[in-house]
Protein backbone atom coordinates (compact mmCIF):
# COMPACT_ATOMS: atom_id res chain seq x y z
CA UNK A 1 0.00 0.00 0.00
CA UNK A 2 1.77 3.25 -0.96
CA UNK A 3 0.68 6.76 1.12
CA UNK A 4 -2.08 7.63 -1.47
CA UNK A 5 -3.71 4.48 -0.32
CA UNK A 6 -2.90 4.55 3.25
CA UNK A 7 -4.03 7.99 4.33
CA UNK A 8 -6.60 8.05 1.07
CA UNK A 9 -5.07 10.92 -0.86
CA UNK A 10 -5.86 12.45 -4.15
CA UNK A 11 -3.74 12.84 -6.79
CA UNK A 12 -3.93 15.80 -9.84
CA UNK A 13 -2.32 16.59 -12.71
CA UNK A 14 -1.37 19.81 -13.18
CA UNK A 15 -2.04 22.07 -16.49
CA UNK A 16 -2.40 25.28 -14.27
CA UNK A 17 0.21 26.90 -12.43
CA UNK A 18 3.39 26.06 -10.28
CA UNK A 19 1.25 26.92 -7.60
CA UNK A 20 1.76 25.97 -4.24
CA UNK A 21 -1.25 24.45 -2.74
CA UNK A 22 -1.04 22.02 -5.49
CA UNK A 23 2.09 20.51 -4.78
CA UNK A 24 4.20 23.43 -7.64
CA UNK A 25 6.50 20.87 -9.16
CA UNK A 26 7.68 17.21 -8.72
CA UNK A 27 11.02 16.33 -7.86
CA UNK A 28 13.61 14.71 -10.10
CA UNK A 29 14.90 11.51 -8.58
CA UNK A 30 18.43 13.31 -8.29
CA UNK A 31 16.98 15.50 -5.82
CA UNK A 32 15.33 12.64 -4.52
CA UNK A 33 18.62 10.86 -4.38
CA UNK A 34 21.10 13.58 -2.49
CA UNK A 35 17.53 13.93 -0.09
CA UNK A 36 17.61 10.46 1.11
CA UNK A 37 21.80 10.25 1.30
CA UNK A 38 21.98 13.03 3.30
CA UNK A 39 19.09 12.15 5.51
CA UNK A 40 20.62 9.06 7.04
CA UNK A 41 23.64 11.09 8.42
CA UNK A 42 24.31 13.37 11.03
CA UNK A 43 26.30 16.72 9.40
CA UNK A 44 27.36 20.55 10.76
CA UNK A 45 24.47 22.40 9.13
CA UNK A 46 26.12 25.69 8.76
CA UNK A 47 28.79 23.41 6.47
CA UNK A 48 25.97 22.22 4.42
CA UNK A 49 24.86 25.44 4.10
CA UNK A 50 27.81 26.76 3.11
CA UNK A 51 29.02 24.03 0.30
CA UNK A 52 25.80 23.43 -0.96
CA UNK A 53 25.20 27.49 -1.46
CA UNK A 54 28.71 27.96 -2.67
CA UNK A 55 28.23 24.97 -4.98
CA UNK A 56 25.15 26.85 -6.00
CA UNK A 57 26.58 30.29 -6.39
CA UNK A 58 29.38 28.45 -9.02
CA UNK A 59 26.34 27.15 -11.29
CA UNK A 60 24.17 30.16 -10.96
CA UNK A 61 27.41 32.39 -11.92
CA UNK A 62 26.89 34.44 -8.68
CA UNK A 63 29.10 35.23 -5.96
CA UNK A 64 26.87 33.74 -3.12
CA UNK A 65 24.33 31.49 -2.27
CA UNK A 66 21.96 31.33 0.71
CA UNK A 67 19.29 27.99 1.11
CA UNK A 68 15.85 29.06 2.48
CA UNK A 69 13.19 27.55 3.33
CA UNK A 70 11.03 29.05 0.50
CA UNK A 71 10.88 32.56 -1.13
CA UNK A 72 8.73 33.59 1.49
CA UNK A 73 11.41 32.93 4.17
CA UNK A 74 13.57 34.06 2.33
CA UNK A 75 12.45 38.25 2.15
CA UNK A 76 12.05 37.53 6.11
CA UNK A 77 16.00 36.49 6.20
CA UNK A 78 16.95 39.34 3.61
CA UNK A 79 14.73 41.95 5.58
CA UNK A 80 16.13 40.90 8.88
CA UNK A 81 20.17 41.04 7.33
CA UNK A 82 19.65 44.42 6.12
CA UNK A 83 18.66 46.07 9.22
CA UNK A 84 20.65 43.65 11.59
CA UNK A 85 23.93 44.71 8.93
CA UNK A 86 26.59 43.18 11.40
CA UNK A 87 25.34 43.93 14.61
CA UNK A 88 24.14 40.92 17.32
CA UNK A 89 22.39 43.38 19.17
CA UNK A 90 20.25 44.61 16.26
CA UNK A 91 19.55 41.38 15.03
CA UNK A 92 18.65 39.67 17.94
CA UNK A 93 16.00 42.97 19.38
CA UNK A 94 13.90 42.21 15.99
CA UNK A 95 11.34 41.65 15.84
CA UNK A 96 11.75 44.97 17.81
CA UNK A 97 13.49 47.19 15.21
CA UNK A 98 16.00 50.41 16.05
CA UNK A 99 15.85 53.29 13.96
CA UNK A 100 16.98 51.93 10.67
CA UNK A 101 13.97 49.89 9.79
CA UNK A 102 11.77 51.52 6.62
CA UNK A 103 11.97 49.25 3.61
CA UNK A 104 10.54 50.77 0.55
CA UNK A 105 8.45 49.23 -2.07
CA UNK A 106 6.31 50.59 -4.68
CA UNK A 107 2.76 50.52 -4.59
CA UNK A 108 2.04 49.24 -7.55
CA UNK A 109 4.26 46.01 -6.39
CA UNK A 110 2.16 45.34 -2.78
CA UNK A 111 1.06 41.73 -2.96
CA UNK A 112 0.04 39.18 0.10
CA UNK A 113 4.05 38.39 -0.13
CA UNK A 114 5.23 41.57 1.44
CA UNK A 115 4.14 40.49 4.63
CA UNK A 116 7.11 38.43 5.24
CA UNK A 117 9.36 41.53 5.00
CA UNK A 118 7.23 42.92 7.93
CA UNK A 119 7.35 39.63 9.98
CA UNK A 120 10.86 40.98 10.13
CA UNK A 121 10.16 43.62 11.75
CA UNK A 122 10.64 46.10 9.17
CA UNK A 123 8.11 48.78 8.21
CA UNK A 124 7.09 49.04 5.10
CA UNK A 125 6.99 52.53 3.03
CA UNK A 126 4.78 52.81 0.19
CA UNK A 127 6.12 55.06 -2.90
CA UNK A 128 4.06 55.85 -6.09
CA UNK A 129 0.08 54.41 -6.69
CA UNK A 130 -1.05 51.22 -7.35
CA UNK A 131 -0.94 51.75 -11.36
CA UNK A 132 1.32 54.42 -10.97
CA UNK A 133 5.38 54.61 -10.17
CA UNK A 134 6.70 57.31 -7.75
CA UNK A 135 9.01 59.41 -9.44
CA UNK A 136 12.58 59.10 -9.27
CA UNK A 137 12.95 62.20 -7.83
CA UNK A 138 10.34 60.94 -4.88
CA UNK A 139 12.16 57.60 -4.73
CA UNK A 140 15.24 59.33 -3.82
CA UNK A 141 14.07 61.85 -1.51
CA UNK A 142 12.06 59.03 0.01
CA UNK A 143 15.96 57.36 1.21
CA UNK A 144 16.53 58.46 4.49
CA UNK A 145 18.88 57.15 7.84
CA UNK A 146 15.55 55.14 8.79
CA UNK A 147 16.29 53.45 4.78
CA UNK A 148 17.12 49.86 5.64
CA UNK A 149 17.05 48.16 1.51
CA UNK A 150 14.87 48.48 -1.22
CA UNK A 151 12.12 45.56 -2.51
CA UNK A 152 11.69 44.78 -6.00
CA UNK A 153 9.39 42.38 -6.89
CA UNK A 154 9.54 41.65 -10.37
CA UNK A 155 6.68 40.42 -11.86
CA UNK A 156 3.78 42.39 -9.50
CA UNK A 157 2.90 45.81 -10.71
CA UNK A 158 5.41 45.81 -13.48
CA UNK A 159 3.50 48.46 -15.92
CA UNK A 160 3.32 50.47 -12.82
CA UNK A 161 6.71 50.36 -11.48
CA UNK A 162 10.19 52.22 -11.96
CA UNK A 163 12.59 49.84 -14.06
CA UNK A 164 14.81 47.59 -11.79
CA UNK A 165 17.75 49.16 -13.36
CA UNK A 166 17.04 52.84 -12.11
CA UNK A 167 16.01 51.79 -8.58
CA UNK A 168 19.07 50.07 -8.17
CA UNK A 169 20.90 53.28 -9.46
CA UNK A 170 18.75 55.62 -7.16
CA UNK A 171 19.64 52.97 -3.83
CA UNK A 172 22.93 52.17 -4.91
CA UNK A 173 23.99 56.36 -5.12
CA UNK A 174 22.44 56.89 -1.79
CA UNK A 175 24.18 53.26 0.08
CA UNK A 176 21.02 50.84 0.37
CA UNK A 177 20.80 47.84 -0.87
CA UNK A 178 18.23 46.30 -3.16
CA UNK A 179 16.74 43.15 -2.17
CA UNK A 180 14.62 41.40 -5.82
CA UNK A 181 11.90 38.84 -5.62
CA UNK A 182 12.28 37.02 -8.66
CA UNK A 183 10.35 33.57 -6.67
CA UNK A 184 8.88 32.57 -9.96
CA UNK A 185 10.69 34.01 -12.96
CA UNK A 186 12.25 30.71 -14.63
CA UNK A 187 12.36 30.05 -17.31
CA UNK A 188 14.69 30.99 -18.35
CA UNK A 189 17.57 30.17 -15.91
CA UNK A 190 19.57 33.06 -17.07
CA UNK A 191 17.26 35.23 -14.55
CA UNK A 192 19.04 32.95 -11.58
CA UNK A 193 21.81 36.04 -12.69
CA UNK A 194 20.35 38.51 -14.50
CA UNK A 195 18.85 40.39 -11.95
CA UNK A 196 22.40 39.89 -9.72
CA UNK A 197 24.62 40.86 -12.73
CA UNK A 198 22.27 44.10 -12.95
CA UNK A 199 23.77 45.16 -9.54
CA UNK A 200 20.93 43.62 -7.03
CA UNK A 201 22.19 43.02 -4.04
CA UNK A 202 19.45 40.12 -3.02
CA UNK A 203 17.70 37.84 -5.65
CA UNK A 204 15.08 35.57 -4.45
CA UNK A 205 14.08 32.50 -5.96
CA UNK A 206 11.72 29.87 -5.04
CA UNK A 207 13.28 26.55 -5.10
CA UNK A 208 10.11 24.49 -5.46
CA UNK A 209 8.62 25.78 -7.92
CA UNK A 210 9.92 25.75 -11.89
CA UNK A 211 13.50 24.65 -10.39
CA UNK A 212 12.28 21.31 -9.15
CA UNK A 213 13.61 21.22 -5.75
CA UNK A 214 12.30 20.76 -2.66
CA UNK A 215 8.61 22.63 -2.33
CA UNK A 216 10.15 23.88 1.33
CA UNK A 217 13.64 25.29 -0.18
CA UNK A 218 14.19 28.41 -1.72
CA UNK A 219 17.61 30.44 -3.02
CA UNK A 220 19.08 34.33 -2.07
CA UNK A 221 21.28 34.75 -4.57
CA UNK A 222 23.79 37.69 -4.62
CA UNK A 223 26.77 39.76 -3.32
CA UNK A 224 29.30 37.88 -0.81
CA UNK A 225 28.80 40.24 1.87
CA UNK A 226 24.92 39.69 1.82
CA UNK A 227 25.06 36.23 1.16
CA UNK A 228 27.63 35.94 4.67
CA UNK A 229 24.77 38.15 6.91
CA UNK A 230 22.40 35.78 5.21
CA UNK A 231 24.50 33.19 6.61
CA UNK A 232 24.80 34.50 9.47
CA UNK A 233 21.71 35.81 11.29
CA UNK A 234 19.78 33.11 8.91
CA UNK A 235 18.29 29.50 10.71
CA UNK A 236 19.71 27.84 12.70
CA UNK A 237 20.47 31.12 14.21
CA UNK A 238 18.15 31.93 16.84
CA UNK A 239 16.43 35.07 16.57
CA UNK A 240 13.49 36.18 14.24
CA UNK A 241 14.88 34.03 11.56
CA UNK A 242 14.99 30.11 13.20
CA UNK A 243 10.85 30.23 11.92
CA UNK A 244 12.99 29.89 8.26
CA UNK A 245 14.59 26.52 9.39
CA UNK A 246 15.83 25.30 6.36
CA UNK A 247 16.83 20.86 6.84
CA UNK A 248 19.45 19.56 4.96
CA UNK A 249 17.70 17.61 2.98
CA UNK A 250 15.78 20.49 1.38
CA UNK A 251 19.57 21.98 0.93
CA UNK A 252 20.96 19.01 -0.86
CA UNK A 253 17.65 18.63 -2.90
CA UNK A 254 17.58 21.85 -3.90
CA UNK A 255 21.43 21.74 -4.88
CA UNK A 256 20.23 18.50 -7.02
CA UNK A 257 18.09 20.43 -8.36
CA UNK A 258 19.73 23.49 -9.84
CA UNK A 259 22.77 20.97 -11.24
CA UNK A 260 20.23 19.22 -13.23
CA UNK A 261 17.87 22.92 -14.09
CA UNK A 262 21.13 24.18 -15.63
CA UNK A 263 22.26 21.00 -17.39
CA UNK A 264 18.54 20.69 -18.80
CA UNK A 265 18.18 20.99 -22.75
CA UNK A 266 16.57 24.14 -23.21
CA UNK A 267 15.66 23.36 -27.17
CA UNK A 268 14.52 19.77 -26.60
CA UNK A 269 12.61 21.66 -23.61
CA UNK A 270 11.37 24.01 -26.28
CA UNK A 271 9.86 21.07 -28.57
CA UNK A 272 8.36 19.67 -25.55
CA UNK A 273 6.20 22.78 -24.62
CA UNK A 274 5.39 23.49 -27.85
CA UNK A 275 3.95 19.84 -28.89
CA UNK A 276 1.66 19.96 -25.99
CA UNK A 277 0.50 22.95 -26.84
CA UNK A 278 -0.32 21.87 -30.32
CA UNK A 279 -1.90 18.98 -28.83
CA UNK A 280 -3.95 21.80 -26.39
CA UNK A 281 -5.06 23.47 -29.63
CA UNK A 282 -6.48 20.46 -31.51
CA UNK A 283 -8.32 18.92 -29.10
CA UNK A 284 -10.13 22.18 -28.25
CA UNK A 285 -10.87 22.51 -31.47
CA UNK A 286 -12.22 19.30 -31.52
CA UNK A 287 -13.82 19.64 -28.13
CA UNK A 288 -15.58 22.84 -30.30
CA UNK A 289 -14.20 25.73 -29.05
CA UNK A 290 -13.62 27.83 -32.04
CA UNK A 291 -11.68 31.19 -30.58
CA UNK A 292 -8.30 29.39 -29.31
CA UNK A 293 -5.03 31.31 -29.20
CA UNK A 294 -1.69 30.84 -28.04
CA UNK A 295 0.69 33.35 -25.35
CA UNK A 296 4.07 33.23 -25.45
CA UNK A 297 4.18 34.01 -22.17
CA UNK A 298 3.95 31.86 -18.66
CA UNK A 299 1.61 33.44 -15.63
CA UNK A 300 4.25 35.62 -14.18
CA UNK A 301 5.76 36.23 -17.68
CA UNK A 302 8.23 33.47 -17.70
CA UNK A 303 9.63 32.64 -20.95
CA UNK A 304 7.48 29.66 -22.18
CA UNK A 305 4.04 28.84 -23.95
CA UNK A 306 0.77 28.42 -23.30
CA UNK A 307 -2.68 27.91 -24.59
CA UNK A 308 -5.79 30.31 -23.86
CA UNK A 309 -9.71 28.83 -25.18
CA UNK A 310 -12.17 31.37 -25.27
CA UNK A 311 -15.58 28.89 -24.02
CA UNK A 312 -18.41 28.27 -26.70
CA UNK A 313 -20.81 26.95 -24.09
CA UNK A 314 -20.56 27.15 -20.11
CA UNK A 315 -18.68 28.99 -18.09
CA UNK A 316 -14.47 28.96 -18.09
CA UNK A 317 -15.53 28.25 -14.01
CA UNK A 318 -17.62 25.29 -14.35
CA UNK A 319 -15.24 23.32 -16.93
CA UNK A 320 -12.23 24.08 -14.19
CA UNK A 321 -14.34 22.39 -11.47
CA UNK A 322 -15.29 19.35 -14.02
CA UNK A 323 -11.52 19.17 -14.64
CA UNK A 324 -11.01 19.25 -11.23
CA UNK A 325 -13.51 16.84 -10.01
CA UNK A 326 -11.57 14.64 -13.05
CA UNK A 327 -8.34 14.99 -11.17
CA UNK A 328 -6.71 17.94 -13.48
CA UNK A 329 -5.84 21.44 -12.63
CA UNK A 330 -6.55 23.99 -15.34
CA UNK A 331 -6.70 28.11 -15.30
CA UNK A 332 -8.99 30.23 -16.11
CA UNK A 333 -9.55 34.08 -16.69
CA UNK A 334 -13.14 34.14 -15.24
CA UNK A 335 -13.62 37.91 -17.27
CA UNK A 336 -12.84 36.70 -20.70
CA UNK A 337 -14.77 33.55 -20.01
CA UNK A 338 -11.19 31.75 -20.69
CA UNK A 339 -9.88 28.48 -19.90
CA UNK A 340 -5.90 28.72 -19.78
CA UNK A 341 -3.49 25.34 -20.70
CA UNK A 342 -0.05 25.49 -19.25
CA UNK A 343 2.08 22.57 -20.30
CA UNK A 344 5.62 23.67 -17.85
CA UNK A 345 5.07 20.82 -15.63
CA UNK A 346 3.34 18.22 -17.36
CA UNK A 347 5.03 15.14 -18.71
CA UNK A 348 3.94 14.03 -22.52
CA UNK A 349 1.67 11.20 -20.94
CA UNK A 350 -0.40 14.06 -18.68
CA UNK A 351 -0.81 16.12 -22.30
CA UNK A 352 -3.02 13.10 -23.19
CA UNK A 353 -4.31 12.82 -19.87
CA UNK A 354 -5.22 16.45 -20.14
CA UNK A 355 -6.66 16.29 -23.47
CA UNK A 356 -9.01 13.08 -22.67
CA UNK A 357 -10.18 14.55 -20.09
CA UNK A 358 -11.27 17.68 -22.00
CA UNK A 359 -13.25 15.60 -24.47
CA UNK A 360 -14.68 13.92 -21.77
CA UNK A 361 -15.76 17.07 -19.59
CA UNK A 362 -17.40 18.98 -23.05
CA UNK A 363 -18.90 15.59 -24.57
CA UNK A 364 -20.75 14.98 -20.99
CA UNK A 365 -22.04 18.95 -21.33
CA UNK A 366 -22.66 18.66 -24.99
CA UNK A 367 -24.95 15.08 -23.92
CA UNK A 368 -26.45 16.62 -21.34
CA UNK A 369 -27.29 20.22 -22.97
CA UNK A 370 -29.02 18.05 -25.91
CA UNK A 371 -30.71 15.62 -23.67
CA UNK A 372 -32.56 18.97 -22.29
CA UNK A 373 -33.51 20.33 -25.22
C1 LIG B 1 5.65 31.90 -4.89
C2 LIG B 1 6.15 33.25 -4.53
C3 LIG B 1 6.72 33.48 -3.28
C4 LIG B 1 6.76 32.42 -2.21
O1 LIG B 1 7.57 31.35 -2.59
P1 LIG B 1 7.73 30.09 -1.63
O2 LIG B 1 8.93 29.41 -2.20
O3 LIG B 1 6.48 29.30 -1.80
O4 LIG B 1 7.93 30.57 -0.26
C5 LIG B 1 7.20 34.74 -3.01
N1 LIG B 1 7.15 35.73 -3.92
C6 LIG B 1 6.61 35.54 -5.14
C7 LIG B 1 6.56 36.68 -6.11
C8 LIG B 1 6.08 34.30 -5.49
O5 LIG B 1 5.57 34.11 -6.70
Not at 134 to 139: D, R, V
Not at 150 to 175: K, M
Not at 259 to 274: F, I, N, P, S, W
Request: glycine share 10%.
Amino acid sequence: MDIFEELGIRRYINAQDTFTKYGASCMGEESLRAMAEIAGSMVDLAEVQEKTGDAIAGLTQNEGAYISNGAAGGLMICAAACMALDSEEAYHALPESGTRREIILQRAQHNPYDKCIEAAGAKLVFLGEESMPPSEAELANAITEKTAAIAYFIYHGRDGSLPLERVLEIGHAHGVPVIVDAAAQNPPAENLWRFTQMGADMVIFSGGKTLRGPQDSGLILGRREWIARCRRWGPPTDGVCRCCKTSREAMAGLYAAVKVYMARDTDEERHRLLAACIRFEQTLHTCGFTRVRREEEGPVGQDFPRVLGEMPFGSAAWLCAEMKAEGVYIGSDERENTIILNPLMLTPGEVEEVCDTLLRCTAGYLASNRNEW
